[in-house]
């Protein structure tokens, strides 16, 4: 009986090459409403409390220092630091779908609640609550979708749902605009109402979530192939109804033997020693991206007021072209990364925007460029970087296995927003209050040698991830081998 139990905790499952040979369908446009919106809510959030900023400061209920509304900053990137670790590692545990609904409600309820804050502790508690639910968003979306978006797709998809971040970012400067402009409301109403606004739209997503299943490959890995089998049948059913028959499977079962849970020691020993060229490759991707973006975003209205005297009620104007060309770049590039691949397109956007920032930041010191030259010099440059920084979420997703997607993912984001969100603005900003446009140009320098670092680290340590089975990508921890080592599919 002994020797018979192993045989018990082996199974086959058709479930990755069924999911992978479904056409283009209704539920595909689904799964990326309903989940993808999260990056348009960080754009959203992040633009907004940007530039509601000095109407924050001016509240007179809150009555907020400079300090104070960057300490709130601070606090809404730690908690979308931890909030990302924290639900990254529940989302591997209990599963893609009860976690993007825990974290789309904590946004909700604390975005809200930032509307009615009374002072600073409560404002700074709402943001880091807020951060946190977005921060979880990252890990439990990002796997999601990655899981159940077609192979031959992936790419496309998942650098046009990160792009979405600049949507939201466009929505909140115009949103800025009307809320921040007396006479259209009082600026002391305008500004607690975009928080409960944006809080309220979460109810939507919620919604349209509802109708999203789990991903029926994290119910695989953890041994739950009959749900899983149902799950894709229903998903089949429907498809086939609205195209007909479905092709045949592109390649073979997979075979899995069931497993516990995935201990944090094997993810950071997969990470620093089995898959350490991966991890490298990650790290630099993430950390080089977030500096180069951060460092120009945060400090983009300083630069506009210091150095081209534009005044700050008017710095929206110049922040929707930036934002359109940041998405626009993922939209157009992104199926390129599927077509002619990942290791070339990864390579090629991360060293034009570098060389383009390096030629931007010449420009600069030379006084060649007024504000909308200057503005429009950074929509082309982040119309390349945008797909980059996209591709990097999207290497660190496929670069581990699926038993622990979802907190990989969360550990690269909480680094690259943790070397984003600190490094990069404070550095900048230092460079920018001395009031020297020499010291500006070292600043573009060291971010575009940044981005050329990146894109000889993909050149040397990318890997061939386009059109390829996550399984083929990353084998899973759960992978059954034979006894002559072969893996039987």
């Known amino acids: 009986m002994d020797e018979q139990q192993p045989r018990t905790d082996v199974f086959r499952s058709d479930v990755p090459a069924r999911l992978d040979r479904l056409p283009w369908d209704r539920f595909h446009w689904l799964i990326i409403i309903a989940l993808g919106v999260t990056w348009t809510l960080d754009g959203l959030e992040v633009t907004l409390v940007g530039s509601l900023a000095a109407a924050i400061h001016e509240s007179p209920s809150l009555a907020l220092s400079e300090t104070q509304v960057g300490l709130s900053a601070s606090a809404y990137l730690v908690g979308a630091v931890l909030g990302a670790v924290g639900f990254g590692w529940a989302t591997d545990r209990w599963g893609r779908r009860k976690l993007f609904f825990v974290t789309v409600g904590v946004y909700m309820l604390a975005s809200i609640a930032t509307g009615f804050s009374w002072d600073f502790w409560s404002f700074a508690l709402f943001r880091f609550l807020t951060g946190a639910g977005i921060g979880g968003e990252y890990a439990a979306v990002n796997s999601a979708i990655q899981e159940m978006i077609p192979a031959r797709r992936r790419g496309t998809v998942d650098l046009a749902v990160n792009g979405t971040f600049w949507a939201g970012a466009a929505l909140g400067a115009v949103s800025a605009l009307v809320v921040l402009d007396p006479a259209v409301v009082d600026p002391e109403i305008g500004w607690r109402a975009a928080f409960v606004v944006g809080g309220a739209l979460a ?96 400090t983009y209205a300083l630069v506009l007021t210091k ?60 006084g060649w460029l007024n504000a909308w030259e200057q503005t429009l010099v950074w929509t082309v440059i982040f119309f390349f970087a945008s797909p980059a920084a996209s591709a990097a979420y999207l290497t660190v997703g496929e670069a581990f296995p699926l038993e622990m997607r979802a907190i990989a993912i969360a550990l690269f984001y909480a680094f690259g927003t943790g070397i984003g969100g600190v490094a990069g603005p404070a550095l900048f900003g230092w460079l920018i209050e001395s009031g020297a446009r020499a010291d500006i140009f070292w600043g573009f320098l060291l971010a575009a040698v940044l981005m050329l670092v990146a894109a000889m680290t993909e050149w040397r340590l990318g890997f061939d991830a386009e059109r390829r089975p996550l399984e083929e990508v990353a084998e899973p921890l759960g992978l059954h081998r034979d006894d002559d080592g072969m893996v039987n599919r």
């Open 203 to 298: 109810v939507i997503i919620m919604l349209l979530r509802n109708w999203v299943p789990e991903s029926p490959r994290w119910l695989m890995t953890h041994g739950q192939e009959e749900k899983a089998h149902q799950i894709v049948a229903e998903i089949e059913a429907r498809v086939e109804a609205r195209h007909g028959k479905l092709p045949p499977l592109p390649y073979g079962p997979v075979k899995l033997r069931r497993r516990g849970h995935t201990s944090m020691r094997e993810v950071l020993n997969i990470m620093l020693m089995q898959q350490r060229r991966r991890t490298v490759l990650g790290v630099t991707l993430m950390a080089c991206q977030a500096f180069c973006y951060n460092a120009i975003f945060f």
């Open 307 to 366: 150095f081209y005297g534009i005044e700050s009620q008017h710095i929206g104007w110049y922040l929707l072209p930036f934002a359109l060309g940041n998405l626009l770049g993922p939209l157009l590039l992104g199926h390129f990364f599927d077509s002619i691949g990942r290791k070339v397109m990864i390579t090629l956007t991360y060293a034009v925007a570098g060389i383009l920032m390096a030629i931007s930041g010449w420009a600069f010191l030379q």
